[in-house]
């Protein structure tokens, strides 16, 4: 699967996550939402739980370039450092770039400390996948 297309599964994905969410906000049981979306109660409860979409936050994804490689592996690879020197930097975990250079979601916080360490403006190295239900 392109690089294109996983990044649009994942917007869908958020969305979808929003919307779930949304259900719940009006009343409807996990159980009713797991209906209307033809999945299960502990899907929808797994979902509107991890880590990677807190719902009260924006949630972003790293950026890639025209070759498929993350912006921030190129940036971080320029500026000299590791994987490991930048999660120092960043005060964040490896794990947490690693998500991010394997095209994964994390918490906008956590992508705003990457990018001040790099001096760089969020928008260089992360896009929006998603706004949380308070947005809504």
Known sequence: MGTKYIREYRKHTGERIVDMAQRI???????????????????????LLS???????????????????????????????????????????????????????IKYSTAQKVADALQLPIGVIFEEVFNGVTKI
């Open 25 to 47: 906000v009006e009343g409807r049981s996990l159980t009713q939402v797991g209906r209307e979306y033809s999945t299960s109660k502990q899907y929808v409860e797994q979902m």
């Open 51 to 105: 880590k990677a979409y807190t719902l009260d936050h924006p949630a972003v994804i790293g950026r890639v370039n025209e070759y498929g490689v993350s912006e921030l592996k190129v940036i971080y690879t320029i500026k000299g450092l590791t994987i490991r020197k930048l999660a120092v930097l960043a005060e964040v975990s490896v794990v947490s770039l690693t998500t991010v250079l394997q095209g994964g979601v």
